[in-house]
């Protein structure tokens, strides 16, 4: 999310050898926090900055993480927070940067920064879509290393290679394989959903074509009917709000649902 937001900031005239876009982006989000008293960390470190009191790198990278500005890579701060010139201890922050650009004015110093609401909720979007894709790797490993198995044992392959349809019972084997927690209801209720997802899918090409879903199976294997791929189970498991950061809690949401819907007649495989 950090990297989408310096793509996607407005900033004012600045000198970017003196303070690289990164490192401006993180200090003026990190003022936001302290200025909204959400970095308490932050401040006891400017503090002691002007008690002049040694400061560790691994202090500020907490304070960052307390701050709820995320795990920010340390090139984007120790470049500037850590000069060689003079040089510092190994594994010391400059008390005397951190005051120049966290200390009282450094605000009325530094230019302002802005992201439009479309800009923001870009940003926010790609970054859900990277780290949900980042969290999926494994399950996108297992799938594809099932698909092959399927295809040595004489199922036909899908014409769009890795990734491509596999039954209930693999798609089941490989959720559970990847997350050994995963109620068995909430692997019916992905299946379920990545099927409609599929269904939804226009089977005619170009502009004129009626944006109409069906239940017949696509020529290529890759949407309609009961077929799901590696790329509809991620749109279902982002619908179900799974593989995402703090999702165990909607796993078990969904998953109470969807048993609540199968003891009401609803539609379970």
């Known amino acids: 999310l950090f990297d989408c937001f310096v793509r996607a900031a407005e900033i004012g005239e600045f000198d970017s050898r003196r303070s690289p876009r990164e490192f401006l982006v993180l200090i003026l989000l990190v003022q936001d926090r302290v200025q909204r008293e959400q970095a308490p960390l932050v401040r006891e470190l400017v503090q002691r900055a002007e008690r002049r009191e040694p400061i560790m790198c691994d202090e500020f ?11 920010i890579d340390d090139g984007v701060w120790r470049a500037k927070l850590c000069p060689t010139i003079p ?6 922050v400059s008390g005397d940067v951190i005051l120049e650009h966290l200390g009282g004015g450094s605000a009325a110093r530094l230019p302002r920064a802005t992201i439009t609401e479309t800009n923001f909720l870009t940003a926010v979007t790609n970054a859900a879509v990277a780290d949900s894709a980042a969290r999926m790797e494994r399950l996108q490993t297992l ?9 040595a044992v004489g199922q ?10 596999l039954s209930f019972a ?19 209720a992905l299946f379920n959903t990545a099927a409609q997802v599929g269904r939804s899918c226009s089977q005619l090409s170009g502009g004129h074509a009626p944006l109409l879903g069906t239940i017949r199976p696509a020529g290529n294997r890759m949407y309609g009917g009961d077929i799901v791929t590696f790329s509809l189970l ?13 999702d ?10 969807h048993a609540a819907a199968t003891r009401g007649g609803g539609a379970a495989r």
């Open 156 to 165: 036909p392959p899908s014409s769009a290679g890795l990734g491509g349809p």
């Open 61 to 71: 990278r907490e304070a960052l993480r307390t701050g709820q500005i995320g795990d």
């Open 170 to 188: 693999d798609v089941k084997a490989v959720l559970l394989s990847a997350d050994p927690e995963l109620p068995p209801t909430l692997a019916c």
């Open 143 to 151: 799938w594809e290393r099932r698909e092959q198995e399927s295809a």
């Open 248 to 257: 165990r809690e909607g796993q078990q949401r969904h998953a109470a649902h």
């Open 87 to 92: 040089p510092l201890p190994i594994g010391q």
């Open 234 to 246: 991620q749109r279902a498991a982002r619908w179900h709000g799974l593989w995402a950061a703090g």
